[in-house]
């Protein structure tokens, strides 16, 4: 029982110690969160712009992503600088527009909007079959 | 007939039971950030969780056990408290993000903070244990998980990349983002082992008596209810691999997984996704809150029963009546429902070996299931994955959280 308790902390102090954060890898990350909601407030318009999805519910992704980018754009400053949060921060700008254009109604306001938050930060896209290593 | 009609039900509502809310997210997290390329663990995993159920129910049918009650009596009461605060802590937070993902259902379709209905959420949770049986309980909310179907449709809908499907059922290593990889693999493996899942199937055995006579319902009813689960988590993983990752949308919210149901469903796909997290989560939040009941009944030897009346089970009826505000209080305390959900499903995979291996012991012991013991080959394979799956979870967990 001894052994596996003192293995068990000695592989938690290992990943502990391997798992601080360097500057680059918390640029990449804000890059991805910012690019990640960009395509999501840029799809999103479209859809509540053709009907697809509600006027509360395309609102509170508008919400949601100005917290998260919020949040993002505060790590990424306290943990990497200025230029990590930069790409964040150029999303985040547009999200007033985008707000605003829901409380009017105006959909072909929203989704120029959401189209200018995305071509702030290209997307990172997945295809549904990624190369495995 | 009537087996017939019995065996029906026990699959549908293993169908029900299977999908959850780490189910949901970890499928969606895995599709729009890897493609299908996980679809091996969801593969692996149901493997195991077929042998597991099974085990379970075999345990109740010939021995009239519990899992709790036997690993109580069999591994002595040191053992069983240390299984009871491991099973408590997870619990409470699986069942947190059980009534979390209720909340976040009616959210999306209201635009209301989901704070509101968890208060709302947690009460109707009570009141249906209190007043229901445990049929009403069961049957009620998995044939109502049914409409968890929509994704299978919905994947269909999108013509769905089989060839590469099947590749992806091969194990393969990650080309990018290697952490999060082996972290939402252990979320995945979390969320199919969910330990509070086990003693609940084999309580319910019990609570509709079943005897050896069951058996054979029992491997049928596990090896296809949790196989037609599988393929409804299997659709969601391709599904978000079709919807979100080709636009660049990753899950870091469920405001964006309901995406997933928007472009084969148009208008329809918001409220079909929040109907089936609402209603996946809230079957499995009666499960979670019952099974602490039965927890702790079980290893103190109190009455117990979904069946009686709660002055008939007061202690039973307390547990529950207690564990649902505190699992309400941890989703308003620890917000952010998607991340309690994916902690707790990779906290699972660290409970998995506390419960697995006594079942193991319990499954290969005459007194209990006389010459109803386990083959060599479920033993192996069980033990292995889940030993692998504790590894992975000691170092993905610590990567993924003090690395953000």
């Keep these: 029982m001894r052994v596996l308790c003192a293995s068990v902390i000695v592989a938690l102090a290992a990943a502990s110690a391997a798992c601080s954060k360097s500057p680059e890898k918390v640029t990449r990350e804000a890059r991805q969160a910012a690019a990640s909601w960009a395509a999501t407030l840029s799809a999103g318009a479209e859809w509540w712009g053709s009907g697809s999805v509600s006027t509360p519910y395309f609102r509170s992704i508008v919400a949601q992503a100005r917290t998260s980018l919020q949040q993002e754009e505060k790590t990424a400053r306290s943990s990497a600088g200025e230029a990590a949060a930069a790409p964040v921060k150029a999303v985040a700008s547009h999200v007033d527009a985008i707000a605003g254009a829901v409380e009017r109604g105006n959909r072909a306001a929203a989704i120029l909007a959401a189209h200018a938050a995305a071509s702030e930060v290209p997307a990172e896209k997945t295809p549904a079959v990624a190369k495995p290593q | ?404």
């Design chain 2, 1 to 404: 007939m009537k087996n017939m009609m019995n065996l029906a039900l026990g699959i549908v509502t293993s169908i029900g039971g299977f999908l959850d809310v780490g189910a949901i997210a970890t499928a969606a997290l895995a599709g729009a950030a890897f493609g299908v390329q996980m679809l091996w663990v969801l593969a692996v995993g149901t493997l195991c969780v077929m042998f597991l159920t099974e085990m379970a129910g075999r345990l109740a049918c010939v021995s009239h056990h519990s899992l709790v009650d036997a690993v109580r009596e069999r591994c002595g009461f040191r053992y069983f408290s240390f299984l009871l605060i491991g099973e408590l802590l997870v619990d409470l937070l699986v069942l947190a993000a059980e009534i979390g993902g209720v909340a976040v259902a009616l959210h999306l379709v209201t635009g209301v903070d989901y704070r509101w209905f968890v208060p709302i959420v947690a009460f109707a949770l009570w009141v249906l244990i209190w007043l229901g049986t445990f049929s009403i309980v069961q049957n009620g909310a998995s044939l109502l998980g049914l409409i968890t179907l929509s994704f299978v449709v919905g994947m269909w809908w999108m013509g769905p990349p089989w060839h590469e499907a099947m590749k992806a059922l091969v194990p393969s290593a990650p080309s990018h983002d290697t952490a999060k990889y082996w972290f939402t693999a252990v979320g995945i493996i979390g969320a199919l082992f969910e330990p509070f899942m086990l003693n609940f199937y084999a309580s319910g055995a019990i609570e509709e008596k079943w005897s050896l006579k069951d058996i054979t319902m029992n491997r049928v009813t596990a090896v296809l209810g949790m196989g037609f689960g599988a393929v409804i988590a299997i659709s969601i993983v391709m599904l978000s691999a079709l919807t979100l990752g080709p636009h660049g949308i990753q899950v870091d919210s469920y405001e964006q997984a309901a995406l997933m149901m928007v472009q084969p469903f148009g208008s329809w796909g918001i409220p079909l996704f929040a109907a089936s997290l609402g209603i996946a989560c809230f079957g499995a939040s009666l499960q979670v809150a019952l099974n602490l009941s039965y927890l702790f009944s079980q290893g103190f030897g109190w009455n117990w029963s979904e069946n009686l009346k709660p002055h008939d089970d007061a202690r039973f009826a307390m547990v529950y009546t207690l564990a649902i505000p505190v699992g309400a209080l941890l989703v308003v305390v620890l917000g952010d429902p998607l991340k309690i959900t994916t902690f707790s499903m990779a906290l699972n995979a660290l409970l998995a070996p506390v419960i697995v291996f006594p079942l193991l012991i319990l499954m290969n012991d005459r007194y209990y299931v006389r010459e109803y013991r386990n083959h060599a080959i479920g033993n192996v394979f069980v033990s292995a994955i889940v030993v692998l799956a504790f590894l992975i979870a000691i170092v993905a967990i610590p990567l993924e959280v003090l690395g953000g």
